[in-house]
């Protein structure tokens, strides 16, 4: 398992957050956590990036145990948050560099020309992220989280808000992750695109994870028709 979480908690304050949840993902798939808004999704891929650390329970990613100490990059992930921001001045190829050398890490001309075109906004590389709809920033975050070409990647309801046009672009992306062999997590509420693209599917409710189980199982067993949003 690329990502195994056992009896994860997490509370702030007298308020809990997430009670006692189990995660199973398997290398290369692409794995739906699905649940309304507050119901503890970003809360888990805080702590799956280690940008939180967990109250109690086991949590290892890439073989790290997230309770212990670590430093973050060790866990070679790629992340994207539910609303990545950017430097509205620089341009999407800037954006792309600058990002790589916050990592000591210099990448050159080809490589990122090549992550631009591959997420699709080569046209659009040279005009200033301040003018990119929500869609078009959306492409370049998950652009960003490939940089050092992760294992996994983390996306945090990265179709929310958007267009059919630019959800169906996303999805486009996440699908294609997957032919690169690379594994996806990814938190929704939109019951659609985990039908359209997902291996495995996760609900939480209330902090609480009520089912677990491949998408085709569930499918098979529930006759549950994917066609709208919690």
């Known amino acids: 398992m690329i990502i195994k979480v056992e009896d994860l908690n997490k509370t702030f304050g007298s308020f809990q957050a997430l009670k006692n949840i189990n995660i199973n993902v398997k290398k290369g798939e692409i794995y739906g956590f ?6 503890g999704k970003s809360t888990t891929i805080n702590i799956l990036t280690g940008l939180s650390r967990p109250t109690s329970g086991n ?3 890439n073989g790290y145990n997230l309770s212990k100490k670590f ?15 950017f430097y509205p001045w620089m341009t999407g190829f800037e954006t792309l560099r600058y990002l790589g050398s916050t990592r000591n890490k210099d990448y050159n001309k080809k490589h990122i020309e090549e992550i631009v075109d591959w997420i699709g906004l080569t046209s659009e590389a040279n005009r200033k992220v301040g003018c990119y709809s929500r869609g078009m920033r959306q492409r370049l975050g998950i652009g960003a989280a490939l940089l050092h070409d992760p294992e996994l990647l983390l996306l945090d ?6 267009d059919p046009e630019g959800r169906s672009d996303v999805l486009k992306l996440i699908l294609s992750l997957k032919e690169r062999g690379k594994t ?10 985990v039908e359209r693209v997902c291996d495995s599917v996760a609900i939480l409710n209330k902090g609480n994870i009520v089912l ?14 994917f066609n709208c949003t919690f």
């Open 184 to 193: 996806v997590f990814f938190s929704t509420h939109i019951l659609n695109d």
């Open 34 to 39: 699905l649940g309304q808004n507050g119901a």
């Open 59 to 61: 949590c290892l990613v």
């Open 212 to 225: 677990e189980k491949p998408l085709n199982d569930l499918l098979k067993e529930s006759n549950i028709i």
């Open 71 to 85: 430093d973050p990059g060790d866990l070679h992930i790629g992340y994207l948050p539910e609303e990545p921001k």
């Open 157 to 162: 309801e990265p179709s929310s808000a958007l």
